[in-house]
């Protein structure tokens, strides 16, 4: 009976992690999805012009700071904003829950951008 009651115990705590590993994986879904979302609503305007794009920090290291700048037309500012606050606060609590860690590295904010071949490129990193 013991044995029993052991095997239904360890049944039951081994489908909770793996419930919890795909729960995790779920999450890494999402977070990615939305990244995939900003960056093709970044991409959506051609850059013809350097003074209608913005730059705003995206992501959440671990020990603190963006992962890293991204450039925004200013025709989607409202909603491509929304979309990069959602997912900055996602990954920091994805890292916050999963413990994660990471370099710890600042990045270095761009000065500005100009246009190349339809695209924003950063300048003085």
């Not at 489908?15 to 999402?30: A, G, I, N, P, V």
């Not at 920091?92 to 695209?119: F, M, Q, T």
Request: glycine share 4%; hydrophobic share 35%; with cysteine.
């Amino acid at each position: 009976m013991k044995r029993f009651v052991i095997l239904i115990a360890v049944s039951f705590l081994s489908s909770c992690e793996l419930f919890d590993d795909k729960s995790k994986t779920y999450e890494l879904e999402e977070i990615q999805e939305l990244y995939n979302e900003i960056v093709a609503l970044s991409e959506s305007v051609s850059c013809t012009n350097s003074a209608e794009w913005k730059i705003t920090p995206m992501g959440s290291k671990a020990c603190g700071g963006p992962t890293r700048y991204i450039a925004y037309h200013q025709s989607v500012e409202s909603r491509f904003l929304d979309l990069v606050t959602q997912y900055t606060k996602l990954q920091a609590e994805y890292n916050k829950k999963n413990n994660i860690v990471s370099d710890c590295a600042l990045v270095a904010e761009p000065r500005g951008v100009v246009c190349e071949s339809g695209k924003p490129i950063f300048t003085g990193n």
